[in-house]
Protein backbone atom coordinates (compact mmCIF):
# COMPACT_ATOMS: atom_id res chain seq x y z
CA UNK A 1 0.00 0.00 0.00
CA UNK A 2 1.36 3.09 -0.72
CA UNK A 3 1.30 6.41 1.57
CA UNK A 4 -1.78 7.79 1.32
CA UNK A 5 -3.88 4.19 1.58
CA UNK A 6 -1.81 3.70 4.53
CA UNK A 7 -3.15 7.06 6.04
CA UNK A 8 -6.70 6.05 4.21
CA UNK A 9 -6.34 3.23 6.94
CA UNK A 10 -5.01 4.78 9.64
CA UNK A 11 -8.08 7.36 9.58
CA UNK A 12 -10.53 4.40 9.41
CA UNK A 13 -8.67 2.80 12.46
CA UNK A 14 -9.47 5.83 14.06
CA UNK A 15 -13.10 6.85 12.93
CA UNK A 16 -13.81 2.99 14.28
CA UNK A 17 -12.90 3.85 17.29
CA UNK A 18 -14.93 6.62 17.64
CA UNK A 19 -12.65 9.63 16.82
CA UNK A 20 -14.32 13.14 16.22
CA UNK A 21 -11.55 15.02 13.35
CA UNK A 22 -11.61 18.51 13.72
CA UNK A 23 -9.75 21.18 11.94
CA UNK A 24 -9.37 22.90 8.65
CA UNK A 25 -10.10 21.07 5.51
CA UNK A 26 -11.84 17.71 7.21
CA UNK A 27 -15.04 18.53 5.31
CA UNK A 28 -14.15 20.67 2.21
CA UNK A 29 -11.38 19.54 0.21
CA UNK A 30 -8.10 21.67 0.31
CA UNK A 31 -5.32 19.53 1.68
CA UNK A 32 -3.62 15.82 1.12
CA UNK A 33 -5.35 15.29 4.56
CA UNK A 34 -8.74 15.61 3.10
CA UNK A 35 -8.49 13.23 0.67
CA UNK A 36 -7.52 10.80 3.66
CA UNK A 37 -10.88 10.69 5.26
CA UNK A 38 -12.59 9.77 2.61
CA UNK A 39 -14.09 6.88 4.40
CA UNK A 40 -14.68 8.55 7.49
CA UNK A 41 -18.26 9.70 7.35
CA UNK A 42 -18.99 13.86 7.75
CA UNK A 43 -20.71 13.10 11.62
CA UNK A 44 -17.29 12.54 12.39
CA UNK A 45 -15.76 15.31 11.03
CA UNK A 46 -15.70 18.96 12.50
CA UNK A 47 -14.43 21.68 10.20
CA UNK A 48 -12.96 24.37 12.97
CA UNK A 49 -12.02 27.78 12.35
CA UNK A 50 -8.47 28.42 11.11
CA UNK A 51 -7.41 29.56 14.73
CA UNK A 52 -4.69 26.64 15.69
CA UNK A 53 -4.24 27.36 19.30
CA UNK A 54 -8.30 27.54 20.04
CA UNK A 55 -8.49 24.29 17.91
CA UNK A 56 -5.33 22.78 19.97
CA UNK A 57 -7.37 24.03 23.03
CA UNK A 58 -10.80 23.31 22.37
CA UNK A 59 -9.57 19.79 21.70
CA UNK A 60 -7.67 19.70 25.25
CA UNK A 61 -11.38 20.73 26.33
CA UNK A 62 -13.44 17.76 24.48
CA UNK A 63 -10.79 15.15 26.15
CA UNK A 64 -11.47 16.45 29.70
CA UNK A 65 -14.77 15.31 29.04
CA UNK A 66 -13.77 11.89 27.98
CA UNK A 67 -14.16 12.59 24.28
CA UNK A 68 -11.88 11.12 21.51
CA UNK A 69 -10.42 13.38 19.28
CA UNK A 70 -7.76 13.87 16.53
CA UNK A 71 -6.50 17.69 15.46
CA UNK A 72 -5.75 18.08 12.00
CA UNK A 73 -3.27 20.67 11.44
CA UNK A 74 -2.31 20.37 7.49
CA UNK A 75 1.46 22.00 8.22
CA UNK A 76 3.45 22.11 10.85
CA UNK A 77 4.08 25.49 10.82
CA UNK A 78 0.43 26.07 11.74
CA UNK A 79 0.91 23.60 14.69
CA UNK A 80 3.39 26.34 15.56
CA UNK A 81 0.20 28.91 16.26
CA UNK A 82 -0.97 26.32 18.92
CA UNK A 83 2.00 26.78 21.09
CA UNK A 84 0.37 27.92 23.86
CA UNK A 85 -2.07 25.10 24.09
CA UNK A 86 0.31 22.07 23.04
CA UNK A 87 3.34 23.41 25.22
CA UNK A 88 1.75 24.84 28.08
CA UNK A 89 -1.31 23.03 28.66
CA UNK A 90 -1.18 19.77 26.84
CA UNK A 91 1.83 18.91 27.59
CA UNK A 92 1.64 19.79 31.05
CA UNK A 93 -2.16 19.62 32.57
CA UNK A 94 -1.19 15.94 33.93
CA UNK A 95 1.50 17.16 35.79
CA UNK A 96 0.14 20.36 37.23
CA UNK A 97 -3.28 18.00 37.99
CA UNK A 98 -1.34 15.60 39.88
CA UNK A 99 -3.25 13.36 37.49
CA UNK A 100 -6.39 14.38 38.06
CA UNK A 101 -6.64 15.57 34.38
CA UNK A 102 -4.79 13.04 31.74
CA UNK A 103 -6.18 15.06 28.57
CA UNK A 104 -4.89 12.84 25.25
CA UNK A 105 -5.32 14.20 21.88
CA UNK A 106 -3.87 12.53 18.62
CA UNK A 107 -2.32 15.65 16.40
CA UNK A 108 -1.93 15.08 12.91
CA UNK A 109 0.16 17.32 11.18
CA UNK A 110 2.48 17.37 7.95
CA UNK A 111 5.78 18.76 6.54
CA UNK A 112 5.30 20.44 3.06
CA UNK A 113 5.83 19.62 -0.16
CA UNK A 114 8.86 21.21 -1.85
CA UNK A 115 7.77 19.69 -5.13
CA UNK A 116 6.60 19.87 -7.88
CA UNK A 117 6.10 23.95 -6.42
CA UNK A 118 8.04 25.28 -3.17
CA UNK A 119 5.15 26.91 -0.98
CA UNK A 120 7.68 28.46 0.87
CA UNK A 121 9.84 28.86 4.47
CA UNK A 122 5.89 29.40 6.21
CA UNK A 123 4.69 26.29 4.80
CA UNK A 124 7.42 23.37 4.77
CA UNK A 125 9.03 23.70 8.40
CA UNK A 126 9.78 20.16 9.92
CA UNK A 127 9.77 21.53 14.13
CA UNK A 128 9.94 17.86 15.09
CA UNK A 129 12.78 17.98 16.97
CA UNK A 130 12.33 20.85 18.51
CA UNK A 131 8.52 19.99 19.63
CA UNK A 132 9.75 17.22 21.31
CA UNK A 133 12.47 18.98 23.12
CA UNK A 134 9.16 21.00 24.39
CA UNK A 135 6.81 18.57 24.84
CA UNK A 136 8.39 15.68 27.55
CA UNK A 137 4.81 14.44 27.83
CA UNK A 138 3.80 14.25 24.17
CA UNK A 139 5.13 11.60 21.46
CA UNK A 140 6.40 13.14 18.39
CA UNK A 141 6.31 10.39 15.66
CA UNK A 142 7.56 10.86 12.30
CA UNK A 143 5.90 8.84 9.30
CA UNK A 144 8.74 9.04 7.37
CA UNK A 145 7.83 5.79 5.19
CA UNK A 146 4.18 3.85 4.27
CA UNK A 147 5.35 1.03 6.43
CA UNK A 148 5.15 2.81 9.51
CA UNK A 149 1.87 4.28 9.38
CA UNK A 150 -0.43 1.65 10.63
CA UNK A 151 2.51 0.73 13.59
CA UNK A 152 2.04 4.43 14.63
CA UNK A 153 -1.66 5.21 15.00
CA UNK A 154 -1.72 1.61 16.56
CA UNK A 155 0.59 2.79 19.07
CA UNK A 156 -1.37 6.91 19.33
CA UNK A 157 -4.85 4.53 19.64
CA UNK A 158 -3.64 2.44 22.54
CA UNK A 159 -1.12 5.02 24.38
CA UNK A 160 -2.81 6.97 27.36
CA UNK A 161 -0.70 9.67 26.05
CA UNK A 162 -0.90 12.79 23.72
CA UNK A 163 1.13 11.73 20.28
CA UNK A 164 1.89 13.80 17.32
CA UNK A 165 2.13 11.90 14.29
CA UNK A 166 4.36 14.04 11.69
CA UNK A 167 3.56 12.57 8.01
CA UNK A 168 5.67 14.72 4.94
CA UNK A 169 3.77 15.78 1.84
CA UNK A 170 6.01 14.84 -0.66
CA UNK A 171 5.86 11.06 -0.14
CA UNK A 172 2.04 11.32 -1.03
CA UNK A 173 3.71 11.72 -4.27
CA UNK A 174 5.89 8.86 -3.91
CA UNK A 175 8.87 11.27 -3.75
CA UNK A 176 11.55 10.57 -1.44
CA UNK A 177 12.41 12.56 1.74
CA UNK A 178 15.89 11.28 2.99
CA UNK B 1 -23.19 23.41 47.54
CA UNK B 2 -21.25 25.22 50.77
CA UNK B 3 -22.03 29.14 51.13
CA UNK B 4 -19.84 31.43 52.19
CA UNK B 5 -19.91 35.20 53.49
CA UNK B 6 -17.85 38.07 52.60
CA UNK B 7 -15.92 37.50 56.07
CA UNK B 8 -15.23 34.16 55.33
CA UNK B 9 -13.74 34.22 52.25
CA UNK B 10 -11.62 37.04 53.49
CA UNK B 11 -10.52 34.59 56.32
CA UNK B 12 -9.44 32.42 54.32
CA UNK B 13 -7.47 34.63 52.46
CA UNK B 14 -5.88 35.84 55.66
CA UNK B 15 -5.12 32.37 56.24
CA UNK B 16 -3.17 31.96 53.24
CA UNK B 17 -1.82 34.98 54.05
CA UNK B 18 -0.25 34.32 57.16
CA UNK B 19 1.32 30.87 56.14
CA UNK B 20 2.75 32.74 53.34
CA UNK B 21 4.46 35.31 56.06
CA UNK B 22 5.62 32.36 57.81
CA UNK B 23 7.44 31.13 55.08
CA UNK B 24 5.40 28.08 54.37
CA UNK B 25 4.50 28.64 51.48
CA UNK B 26 7.60 28.67 48.68
CA UNK B 27 5.57 29.08 45.86
CA UNK B 28 3.32 32.19 44.39
CA UNK B 29 0.65 33.44 45.44
CA UNK B 30 -2.32 35.68 43.93
CA UNK B 31 -4.37 36.30 46.93
CA UNK B 32 -7.91 37.76 46.16
CA UNK B 33 -10.00 40.79 48.19
CA UNK B 34 -12.67 43.10 47.34
CA UNK B 35 -14.55 41.06 44.74
CA UNK B 36 -15.95 39.09 47.43
CA UNK B 37 -19.88 40.21 47.13
CA UNK B 38 -19.46 39.98 43.14
CA UNK B 39 -18.88 36.91 43.35
CA UNK B 40 -21.11 35.28 46.01
CA UNK B 41 -24.03 37.13 43.73
CA UNK B 42 -22.53 35.88 40.66
CA UNK B 43 -22.33 32.46 42.29
CA UNK B 44 -26.15 32.40 43.49
CA UNK B 45 -27.38 34.27 40.91
CA UNK B 46 -26.18 31.69 38.31
CA UNK B 47 -26.59 28.43 40.57
CA UNK B 48 -23.14 27.89 40.13
CA UNK B 49 -23.07 24.29 41.08
CA UNK B 50 -21.57 20.72 41.74
CA UNK B 51 -22.35 19.54 38.07
CA UNK B 52 -21.15 23.06 36.44
CA UNK B 53 -17.52 23.64 34.88
CA UNK B 54 -15.33 26.40 36.24
CA UNK B 55 -12.12 27.77 34.37
CA UNK B 56 -10.26 30.50 35.76
CA UNK B 57 -6.68 31.96 36.13
CA UNK B 58 -4.19 31.93 38.74
CA UNK B 59 -6.61 34.14 41.10
CA UNK B 60 -8.87 31.33 42.18
CA UNK B 61 -9.05 30.86 45.83
CA UNK B 62 -12.43 32.66 46.58
CA UNK B 63 -13.57 30.86 42.87
CA UNK B 64 -12.63 27.57 44.20
CA UNK B 65 -14.58 27.83 47.65
CA UNK B 66 -17.24 29.44 46.20
CA UNK B 67 -17.44 26.06 43.80
CA UNK B 68 -17.47 23.30 46.85
CA UNK B 69 -13.43 22.74 47.00
CA UNK B 70 -13.09 21.95 50.62
CA UNK B 71 -11.19 24.53 52.47
CA UNK B 72 -8.49 22.29 53.70
CA UNK B 73 -7.64 20.30 50.14
CA UNK B 74 -7.81 23.43 48.83
CA UNK B 75 -5.43 25.07 51.40
CA UNK B 76 -2.87 21.72 51.16
CA UNK B 77 -3.19 22.70 46.85
CA UNK B 78 -2.00 25.80 47.67
CA UNK B 79 1.23 25.00 50.05
CA UNK B 80 2.00 22.04 47.67
CA UNK B 81 2.56 24.96 44.73
CA UNK B 82 -0.36 24.64 43.02
CA UNK B 83 -2.46 27.71 43.48
CA UNK B 84 -1.36 29.25 40.02
CA UNK B 85 -2.81 25.98 38.44
CA UNK B 86 -5.70 24.86 40.97
CA UNK B 87 -6.83 21.93 38.82
CA UNK B 88 -10.07 19.23 40.32
CA UNK B 89 -11.61 16.51 38.71
CA UNK B 90 -13.58 16.17 40.88
CA UNK B 91 -15.03 19.07 41.30
CA UNK B 92 -14.85 20.39 37.70
CA UNK B 93 -12.20 23.28 38.46
CA UNK B 94 -9.54 24.34 35.57
CA UNK B 95 -7.24 26.81 36.30
CA UNK B 96 -4.48 28.10 33.94
CA UNK B 97 -1.59 30.78 34.71
CA UNK B 98 -1.09 31.32 31.24
CA UNK B 99 -2.74 34.18 30.17
CA UNK B 100 -6.44 33.15 28.76
CA UNK B 101 -5.08 29.67 28.61
CA UNK B 102 -8.17 27.71 30.12
CA UNK B 103 -10.85 29.77 27.62
CA UNK B 104 -9.65 27.09 24.63
CA UNK B 105 -10.27 24.24 26.94
CA UNK B 106 -13.31 25.43 28.56
CA UNK B 107 -15.45 25.91 25.37
CA UNK B 108 -14.44 22.29 24.12
CA UNK B 109 -16.07 21.64 27.19
CA UNK B 110 -19.04 23.64 26.91
CA UNK B 111 -19.79 21.97 23.39
CA UNK B 112 -19.89 18.51 24.89
CA UNK B 113 -22.67 19.75 26.40
CA UNK B 114 -21.48 20.34 29.82
CA UNK B 115 -22.43 23.90 31.41
CA UNK B 116 -19.21 25.94 31.67
CA UNK B 117 -18.18 29.29 33.55
CA UNK B 118 -14.77 30.84 32.69
CA UNK B 119 -13.87 33.83 34.76
CA UNK B 120 -11.28 36.05 33.12
CA UNK B 121 -9.30 39.31 33.87
CA UNK B 122 -10.13 43.04 32.05
CA UNK B 123 -6.79 42.45 29.96
CA UNK B 124 -7.89 38.86 28.97
CA UNK B 125 -10.94 40.44 27.88
CA UNK B 126 -8.95 42.29 25.57
CA UNK B 127 -7.22 39.96 23.48
CA UNK B 128 -8.21 37.69 20.43
CA UNK B 129 -8.86 34.32 22.55
CA UNK B 130 -11.45 36.07 23.96
CA UNK B 131 -12.83 37.13 21.01
CA UNK B 132 -12.58 33.93 19.52
CA UNK B 133 -13.74 31.98 21.95
CA UNK B 134 -16.88 34.44 22.68
CA UNK B 135 -17.87 34.60 18.97
CA UNK B 136 -17.62 30.71 18.33
CA UNK B 137 -20.00 29.74 21.57
CA UNK B 138 -22.63 32.32 21.28
CA UNK B 139 -23.23 31.58 17.71
CA UNK B 140 -22.75 27.37 18.45
CA UNK B 141 -25.47 28.65 21.37
CA UNK B 142 -22.95 27.05 24.06
CA UNK B 143 -23.39 26.69 27.59
CA UNK B 144 -20.85 28.55 28.78
CA UNK B 145 -21.07 31.86 30.74
CA UNK B 146 -17.79 34.38 29.84
CA UNK B 147 -17.36 35.71 33.32
CA UNK B 148 -15.12 39.45 33.01
CA UNK B 149 -13.21 40.39 36.53
CA UNK B 150 -12.34 43.87 35.89
CA UNK B 151 -9.67 45.41 38.44
CA UNK B 152 -8.62 47.51 35.61
CA UNK B 153 -4.83 46.11 36.19
CA UNK B 154 -2.83 43.52 34.74
CA UNK B 155 0.11 42.51 37.04
CA UNK B 156 0.45 46.13 37.42
CA UNK B 157 -0.40 47.64 34.32
CA UNK B 158 -3.22 49.53 34.36
CA UNK B 159 -4.90 47.41 31.32
CA UNK B 160 -7.10 49.78 29.29
CA UNK B 161 -4.23 52.46 28.64
CA UNK B 162 -2.74 49.12 26.59
CA UNK B 163 -5.29 49.65 24.09
CA UNK B 164 -5.78 53.57 23.99
CA UNK B 165 -9.18 53.08 26.04
CA UNK B 166 -10.11 56.09 28.46
CA UNK B 167 -11.31 53.52 31.16
CA UNK B 168 -13.34 55.03 34.16
CA UNK B 169 -13.11 52.63 36.95
CA UNK B 170 -15.63 52.71 39.12
CA UNK B 171 -15.27 49.90 41.64
CA UNK B 172 -17.83 51.66 43.98
CA UNK B 173 -20.36 50.65 41.37
CA UNK B 174 -21.22 47.03 42.72
CA UNK B 175 -23.35 45.73 39.62
CA UNK B 176 -22.92 43.24 37.63
CA UNK B 177 -22.91 43.55 33.85
CA UNK B 178 -24.74 41.61 31.24
CA UNK B 179 -24.40 41.08 27.73
CA UNK B 180 -25.89 38.88 25.21
CA UNK B 181 -28.74 37.02 27.09
CA UNK B 182 -26.40 36.44 30.15
CA UNK B 183 -23.34 34.50 28.19
CA UNK B 184 -20.82 37.42 28.92
CA UNK B 185 -20.83 39.23 32.27
CA UNK B 186 -18.47 41.55 34.18
CA UNK B 187 -18.05 43.29 37.56
CA UNK B 188 -15.84 45.80 38.58
CA UNK B 189 -13.67 45.97 41.78
CA UNK B 190 -10.79 47.43 43.23
CA UNK B 191 -7.87 45.20 43.95
CA UNK B 192 -7.18 44.94 47.61
CA UNK B 193 -4.23 43.14 47.61
CA UNK B 194 -0.87 43.17 45.57
CA UNK B 195 -0.47 41.52 41.90
CA UNK B 196 1.13 38.75 43.51
CA UNK B 197 2.14 37.36 47.22
CA UNK B 198 1.46 39.55 50.57
CA UNK B 199 2.82 43.51 50.75
CA UNK B 200 5.14 42.59 53.14
CA UNK B 201 8.81 41.26 53.23
CA UNK B 202 9.40 37.90 53.62
CA UNK B 203 12.07 35.93 54.82
CA UNK B 204 12.81 32.39 53.69
CA UNK B 205 15.13 30.45 55.76
Given amino acids: MNYREEMCKAMNLLRDNGYLFVGQSCKYYGTAMFSTLKDVPISQRKEFMVAEDFQLGWSIGQSLVGKKVCSLFPRMDFLISASDQLVNHLDKIEKLSDGEFKPKVIIRTSVGSK ?64 | MIEYTKEELQTFE ?13 YPIHLSRGNEYQLIEIFKKYNIGDNDWCFCSHR ?7 KGIPKEWLKNQIITGHSMHLMSKEYKFFASSIVGGSLFPAVGVADSGEHTFCFVGDMCSLTGKFHESVQYSLHFNLPITFVIECNGMSTNTPSYETVNIEHKHDSSIKTIHEWENGKVIRYCYERKTPHINVDQFVSFQ
Avoid: W
Avoid at chain 1, 136 to 153: F, G, M, P, R, T
Avoid at chain 1, 160 to 172: A, H, N, P, R, W
Avoid at chain 2, 14 to 26: L, P, T, V
Fill in chain 1, 115 to 178: TPINPGLQHVGDYSKEIRSMCKNIKVIELYSSELIAKSYKNALESDKSTILVEYGELYDNVPIR
Fill in chain 2, 14 to 26: DDIKNEFIKGNIR
Fill in chain 2, 60 to 66: NHYLALL
